[in-house]
T-cell receptor
Framework: SQQGEEDPQALSIQEGENATMNCSYKTSINNLQWYRQNSGRGLVHLILIRSNEREKHSGRLRVTLDTSKKSSSLLITASRAADTASYFCAIMGGGSNYKLTFGKGTLLTVNP | DSGVTQTPKHLITATGQRVTLRCSPRSGDLSVYWYQQSLDQGLQFLIQYYNGEERAKGNILERFSAQQFPDLHSELNLSSLELGDSALYFC????????????FGSGTRLTVV
C-alpha cells in the first residue's frame, strides 16, 4: 500500500515546545506532502518534499525525508495554540499516478 | 478561502436517496480529486478528473459516480445511500496532471438517516 502511517497518533505539548511527527511508507514515491486539518474543516497544504530532496523548511516547519528508510518527519518549532490540528502525510507515487494517498494523521494539541 | 468551492456544506438525507455534491476548482486548476473522510476509514481517494477526463479511480463504490464538465466544475453523485455513506466529502484541485500539492475545499458533510 502507498499509504503513509503517522506516528504518534496523538501528541500533546505546551505552547513554545517543539512538535515532531513521523510518517513511514512502503512504496517508492515521487514526493511526500504534509497537510494540516483543523477540526472538521478542509485540509491545508503545508509542504511538499520530492524524493531527491532530504530537507525543506517553511517558516516554523521543517520536513525531512529519508528514502532509504522510507520515512519522513515534520517538525513544528515554537508551537502555538493555533497549531492545534490534525497533521497528515500524503504519498504521491511515481509513474503517471498523480493521486495522493493519505495516512490517518497525528492529532496535535498545543496547550496554552 | 482556498479558492475551491464545495456546495452544499451540509446535507441530511434518508437511506435510499440520491444526492449530488458540487465542486468548483481553484481558477486555472485542471485536475479535480474527490475524497471521502470518515472516522474509521480516514481519507479515502475516490476519483480524479483531469480537464474533463477520468484519470484515476480509487475506492469508489458502484453506487457513486462523478464527472467534470467543460467549465471544469465537478459533481459527485451518490445514489442508493446507506447509513455508512455518512462522511465528509472533500474536493481538491491542482494545476496540472502532475506532481503538485492539492488545494482542498471545505467539504460537504453528508448525514444519511
Amino acid at each position: 500500500s502507498q499509504q503513509g502511517e503517522e506516528d504518534p497518533q496523538a501528541l500533546s505539548i505546551q505552547e513554545g515546545e517543539n512538535a515532531t511527527m513521523n510518517c513511514s511508507y512502503k512504496t517508492s514515491i515521487n514526493n511526500l506532502q504534509w497537510y494540516r486539518q483543523n477540526s472538521g474543516r478542509g485540509l491545508v497544504h503545508l509542504i511538499l518534499i520530492r524524493s531527491n530532496e532530504r530537507e525543506k523548511h517553511s517558516g516554523r516547519l521543517r520536513v525531512t525525508l529519508d528514502t532509504s528508510k522510507k520515512s519522513s518527519s515534520l517538525l513544528i518549532t515554537a508551537s502555538r495554540a493555533a497549531d492545534t490540528a490534525s497533521y497528515f502525510c500524503a504519498i504521491m507515487g511515481g509513474g503517471s499516478n498523480y493521486k495522493l494517498t493519505f495516512g490517518k494523521g497525528t492529532l496535535l494539541t498545543v496547550n496554552p | 478561502d482556498s479558492g475551491v468551492t464545495q456546495t452544499p456544506k451540509h446535507l441530511i438525507t434518508a437511506t435510499g436517496q440520491r444526492v449530488t455534491l458540487r465542486c468548483s476548482p481553484r481558477s486555472g486548476d485542471l485536475s479535480v480529486y474527490w475524497y471521502q473522510q470518515s472516522l474509521d476509514q480516514g481519507l479515502q481517494f475516490l476519483i480524479q478528473y483531469y480537464n474533463g477526463e477520468e484519470r484515476a479511480k480509487g475506492n469508489i463504490l458502484e453506487r457513486f459516480s462523478a464527472q467534470q464538465f467543460p467549465d471544469l466544475h465537478s459533481e459527485l453523485n451518490l445514489s442508493s445511500l446507506e447509513l455508512g455513506d455518512s462522511a465528509l466529502y472533500f474536493c481538491a484541485s491542482s494545476p496540472f496532471d502532475s506532481y503538485y500539492g492539492y488545494t482542498f475545499g471545505s467539504g460537504t458533510r453528508l448525514t444519511v438517516v
